[in-house]
């Protein structure tokens, strides 16, 4: 398995509150990505990165933001965060944007109540 | 938009047999496809990439890829119930995005 972890793997949290997921990766991949993934629907692209300091949004980004100060760390905040928040979140890397593949952590289950 | 569609299923299968799951998106320009596993409740797998029209084998699996068509298909052979998962396609557009399908379940019958 890559070497790609998430933390935490499961949170509750208030509508409201401020929320942040770390990805941490062992492989010094460039390119790290964040995606929710919801019932009916694909994985949906959040942020993503292209180097420290170095990120863009993705498709579904309103109500998120990201920081990359190490290569090995990407976190995902949520700085308000809303029911409609609740979702299953996976970080992924990549060593480029060409035709190289995607590799996944193992996630994080966020409910917000 | 640029879309990536697949049967949401679920593909009931016997054990032993070929499974069939497909794909087709809409961007004329993606040049590279791929393949993802995932089990109930864990992170997609990578379990095939292919680049150019034709079929790549890889052990039980084959992708299949027609880019006149604008399909992708993934051929399951021997099918096993441990094959059992949702199947994800996933195309990088012309911007270098992953576009994703929602998925097709799978289940083999023993």
């Known amino acids: 398995d890559a070497g790609i972890t998430q933390s935490p793997r499961h949170k509750v949290t208030e509508t409201g509150t401020p929320v942040t997921l770390r990805c941490h990766q062992t492989e010094n991949h460039r390119y790290m990505y964040w995606y929710r993934q919801d019932p009916g629907h694909g994985l949906r692209l959040i942020h993503y990165?292209?180097?420290?300091?170095?990120?863009d949004k993705g498709e579904v980004s309103d109500g998120y933001s990201v920081s990359r100060s190490k290569t090995e760390d990407f976190l995902l905040t949520l700085e308000s965060a809303t029911s409609s928040q609740t979702s299953v979140y996976f970080c992924a890397i990549s060593q480029s944007t060409g035709q190289r593949e995607q590799y996944f952590g193992p996630g994080t289950r966020l409910t917000v109540t | 938009q640029k879309e990536v569609e697949q049967n949401s299923g679920p593909l009931s299968v016997p054990e032993g047999a070929i499974a069939s799951l497909n794909c087709t998106y809409s961007?004329?320009?993606?040049?590279?496809f791929f393949w993802y596993r995932q089990y109930s409740g864990k992170s997609p797998e990578l379990i095939m990439s292919i680049y150019s029209n034709g079929d790549k084998e890889d052990g039980r699996f084959t992708a299949q890829l027609n880019k006149a068509s604008q399909y992708v298909s993934l051929l399951i052979r021997d099918s096993q119930p441990s094959d059992s998962a949702t199947y994800l396609c996933?195309?990088?557009?012309?911007?270098?995005?992953?576009?994703w399908g929602a998925g097709t379940k799978l289940i083999i019958k023993p």
């Open positions: 996933a195309v990088r557009d012309s911007n270098y995005q992953l576009i």
């Open positions: 961007d004329r320009g993606s040049q590279s």
């Open positions: 990165s292209y180097g420290v300091k170095d990120t």
